[in-house]
């Protein structure tokens, strides 16, 4: 290719100083019709295609080809086909005979040619697009996968991000009703992916049957919804964006915190803190554009939507209730009952009728019994011989005197022992473990070992009055026999005589 100097002098020769081709091809040394070529253009026009490249090699086989990729956008990118993959099917299955890079070349030129192209869009105020992420973290020394929800409204670029254990309906919803507060309103418009938490079943014509929990959030909060094409996350690109920028710039290196509320604590702030950036291609910074978003949004109603997953079962004979793969205790008095039970995000509560029965930490294990001891007190009172082997009690965090007096109360009265124990534990259900723990600890210490003493010990430190100990109650203590002083003993003393 001849460089743009030699492109310069041969048109000023032929165009100003009225040379002929001819007589300018000898003068540079090159042929006439490359000097007409150059008369053409103002610089070298590189090398242009006239045909289609001949493939005699290649040509039998670019259906195969193009069938294999067509075939790939079906299945997860980790297991769709390389170009050497394919040059390898076409050697092995179809008799090609030619190299591998003349595949690679077609394969190329074909992925480059049925990209997808997007059109940019404008975002009006008040409308807001979700989405779920995940990344790894440590949540009170435990190393976890930590999945966070994102509400992002694309007109200001504003957001908010909230971290969970899992990404369930009861986070779901969490999710919502935090990121409403978090703007002080409801969006007009909610732009989804078809996640199975709102969607139930796809009806065809791009229609959705939405699940019963979103329905009624979306009842609560009276936003519209709308729902991308299955697969193309570029339909909310928005909120795709925000998933990846809280992932590179909040939660990297790995959070490490105590607990989910301090880790959403800081995400919070840093959603804040955000919002006094300037976006490129904006003038204004993100909260001067988020004033334009808020004045479109909803009120919110009176109250939040109450977020949690509700699910109505039975209690078995054991006295647990199973819900999401783990089993939760409540009192023995609800056993074989209808019971309704509500998985919030950090706790679940067990209702009967009106009435709330049990309140227990949420478990994300799998398998997993958690028990509250206090429900299997008053079954132990009637069979104190599954005492020692009764589960509930088994990880009960009580402090040593506890073990002390139950040892003490076994050892002195055998199984009546073993009953006032569990009576002595069953006045947990009414006082304050700091008044238990006080009572128990003065009747270790003044050897009033019994429920009977324990009980008046809590009611003299609750009224604030000394005790007053029968301690004929207790035969199995030592007797004490004290004499009348007789005068003549001291008589005894002061004279030096051994008595």
């Known amino acids: 290719m001849y460089s743009v100097d030699l492109y310069n ?25 490359t000097v007409a070529k150059i008369l053409l253009h103002s610089v070298p026009p590189g090398y242009r295609r006239t045909a289609l490249p001949v493939r005699p090699k290649l ?16 299945v997860i990118k980790k297991q769709r086909h390389t170009a050497k993959r394919i040059h390898a099917r076409l050697r092995d299955e179809h008799g090609f005979t030619g190299g591998i890079t003349i595949v690679t070349d077609y ?10 192209v997007f059109v940019p869009l404008s975002h009006a105020p008040g409308h807001a697009q979700v989405d779920f992420g995940e990344t790894l973290g440590v949540i009170d020394g435990v190393e976890c996968k930590l999945h966070y929800f994102a509400m992002a409204l694309p007109h200001s670029d504003a957001f908010f ?40 079943k796809f009806c065809g014509d791009g229609k959705r049957e939405r699940t019963t929990i979103f329905s009624e959030l979306q009842s609560h909060y009276l936003f519209d919804d709308k729902f991308g094409r299955p697969g193309k996350g570029n339909d909310k690109g928005n909120v795709e964006g925000v998933i ?29 803190r955000r919002q006094d950036d300037t976006v490129r291609g904006h003038s204004e910074p993100i909260g001067g554009r988020l004033m334009r978003d808020l004045d479109a949004l909803m009120a919110l109603p009176p109250t939040p939507y109450d977020a949690c997953e509700k699910v109505s079962t039975r209690a078995t004979s054991i006295s647990m209730v199973r819900y999401r793969s783990n089993d ?18 950090h706790e679940v509560v067990i209702g009967c009728g009106a009435e709330v029965i049990a309140r227990h930490r949420r478990s994300y294990d799998k398998a997993d019994m958690v028990f509250d001891p206090m429900h299997y007190l008053p079954l132990l009172e009637q069979k104190v011989g599954a005492l020692d082997q009764a589960a509930p009690l088994q990880n009960w965090d009580l402090p040593d005197e506890f073990a002390t007096l139950h040892r003490l109360l076994e050892a002195r009265m055998g199984k009546k022992g073993k009953r006032e124990y ?48 029968d301690l004929d109650i207790y035969p199995y203590l030592p007797k004490a026999q004290v004499e009348t002083t007789d005068p003549a003993s001291y008589k005894v003393l002061m004279s030096g005589k051994a008595a």
């Open 107 to 116: 394969v190329r030129e074909k992925k480059h040619r049925t990209r997808e």
């Open 161 to 200: 991000i909230k971290a969970y254990p899992a990404e369930t309906t009861e986070a779901f919803c969490d999710g919502h009703v935090s990121a409403f507060a978090f703007f002080g309103g409801v969006p007009l418009s909610i732009l989804y992916d078809n996640t199975t938490i709102a969607v139930a």
């Open 59 to 74: 040509d039998p086989f670019i259906a195969i080809i193009d069938q294999i990729l067509e075939d790939d956008k079906r």
């Open 328 to 345: 939760y205790s409540v009192p023995v008095a609800y056993a074989h009952h209808e019971v309704q039970v509500r998985g919030y995000v």
């Open 422 to 469: 569990v009576q002595v534990l069953r006045l947990l259900e009414t006082f304050e473990m700091a008044h238990v723990h006080g009572a128990i600890k003065y009747a270790l210490g003044h050897g009033t070992i019994g429920y009977d003493a324990v009980k008046h010990l809590v009611l003299c430190r609750i009224e604030k009055r000394p005790p007053r100990l």
């Open 244 to 272: 990846g920028y809280g992932r590179r710039n909040f939660l990297v290196p790995a959070p490490r915190f105590n607990s989910f509320d301090e880790l959403n604590a800081r995400l919070e702030e840093h959603c804040l």
């Open 9 to 33: 002098r041969v048109r000023r020769a032929c165009h100003v100083d009225g040379m002929s081709k001819s007589a300018a091809g000898r003068l540079f040394g090159i042929d006439r019709k």
